[in-house]
């Protein structure tokens, strides 16, 4: 199988280039690839002697230094292991086509990278900067730098610096797939050790952190680390390693790397404290050892991260068949996309008008209760009181009061009644209007395919609200038409029906009408005819105001809702299909960002079960 270190190096590239730095971005609430990866993490207070031992581990100079806090952006430090003879080189996941050979370059760009990031604000950033060392003198091993922990800002910091730093680090060491290289120096108490405190906090049985004790030739004369060595201050469950770094006058004297590792063992092999340990000490034991124990983590790992990643891919397949798919750019794919839509929202639109969806017994509802209804609050009896009746036929009877019927009298009296039935028959246009924008509205709300297509929502509703507007207009005039035909022709019938005003005093001959032609008894009766015959319009209108509404709304809504849209959207060009398909920008980042994650654990997937297979 191949080095299981190599394959978690190639998935925490991966995620660095799609965006997965781990951390739980509550914004986003992506599922994290990285933090399910076992790494080794760096810790320590200022001055500890962390560079120093990553320098150590790789053999190389390469990290900046100087005062204050210098690593302020976590470093990813992949170190590959070449065959013998070959040259050194570094690389960045930043800069893939340059190969540094020079190592004072590469400090230069770490530099350069974090302050691309940070600004020179001297801020810091959790997005991590990867760096892979390829090398004859190095193991196969990840490690995270990260910023040293402090007590006090400098100049130019924010106060706020001392708790973001911890803050970082413990968003790293906090993952229980982290382990923890703690490093303290051998000439300061281990009680007071700040890598010491963080870990215990996070990993109080001391299962995944390794104590590294540095500066263990700086100690006073007289004094040795072996309580703390031999695990007898601070118990872990990995055994403690001691280290001696280059001092700053080593540094000064550019004092070669492979030289101070020779050193080094050397000092554990002469020192009379250390000597039954020295097999087990120095930078270089230390590196095999992480590189063992990250190697056993990983494969121990791998079954459940294929299982976290078979099972985060059905979550992301699913959320992005939820947000749909991304949309073709050529204008024939576009446009059946746009008629696709449009089918869609018309089908839900219709089940509401013909049942199944609710919404369309609205419709009922204005012909059954409130055009019945308006109809009956027609202001009839104060119109025609006897009063009106009165004034209305002498006006249409002029200097020369009628003879036997008032004609003239009856035909003004109905005209105008009739005239009261526009209102009613305007407002069940207007009511029945109401109820279909409200189902366009309701229509594109349920339409779960138009929900991430902000704006043909918008132009679509504009489109049936305008056809609706037409259909009103023609509705209006067809149901005031109906109002109009019952003035234009009176039903003669009625009249002819109507019975004789016969001789009240009794004179026998019913044939001869003799009654006083100006008594209230003859204006009442002329009142009760005409509401008659109001009462028998009203009933027709009852009936056909319904039919007209249907007609030119109801049915042609279903019928041509968005046939002048239709014409309008195959006349447009790519560019406007693709403003209309403009989907909501939310949506489509979201979409992006799905997209991204599921590719990375698709390539974990197939980097995992590649080696899986080869074993
Ligand atoms: N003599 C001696 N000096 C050491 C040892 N380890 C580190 N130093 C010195 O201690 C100083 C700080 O070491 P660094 O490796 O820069 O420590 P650091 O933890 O990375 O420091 P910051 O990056 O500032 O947080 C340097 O001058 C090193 O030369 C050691 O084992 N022995």
Redesign the pocket.
Known sequence: MENVIVLVNRIQRACTVLGDHGGGDATTSLPTLWESLPSVAVV????????????SIVGRDF?????????RRPLVLQLHKTEDGVQEYAEFLHMPKRRFTDFALVRKEIQDETDRLTGKTKQISPVPIHLSIYSPHVVNLTLIDL??L?KVAVEGQPESIVQDIENMVRSYVDKPNCIILA?S??NQDIATSDAIKLARDVDPTGERTFGVL?????MDKGTNALDVLEGRSYRLQHPWVG?????????NKNIDMIIARRKEQEFFASSPEYSHLSSRMGSEYLAKLLSQHLEAVIRARIPSITSLINKTIDELESEMDHIGRPIASDAGAQLYLVLELCRAFEKIFREHLDGGRPGGDRIYGVFDNQLPSALRKLPFDRYLSLQNVKRVISEADGYQPHLIAPEQGYRRLIESALNYFRGPAEASVDAVHYVLKELVRKSIGETQELKRFPTLQAELAAACFHALERFREDGRKTSVRLVDMESAYLTVEFFRKLPQEVDKTGTGNPSTPSVDRYADVHFRRIASNVSSYIGMVSDTLKNTIPKAVVHCQVREAKRSLLNYFYTQVGRKDAKQLAQLLDEDPALMERRQQCFKRLELYKSARNEIDAVSWSR
Do not use: M, Y
Not at 44 to 55: D, F, H, I
Not at 63 to 71: A, F, K, Q
């Open positions: 320590g207070g200022q001055s500890s002697g962390k560079s120093s031992v990553l320098e990290l900046p230094r100087g005062s204050g806090i210098v690593t910023p040293g402090t490093i120096p051998a540095t500066k263990l030739d700086l280290i001696v770094n280059r001092s700053q006058a080593d540094i």
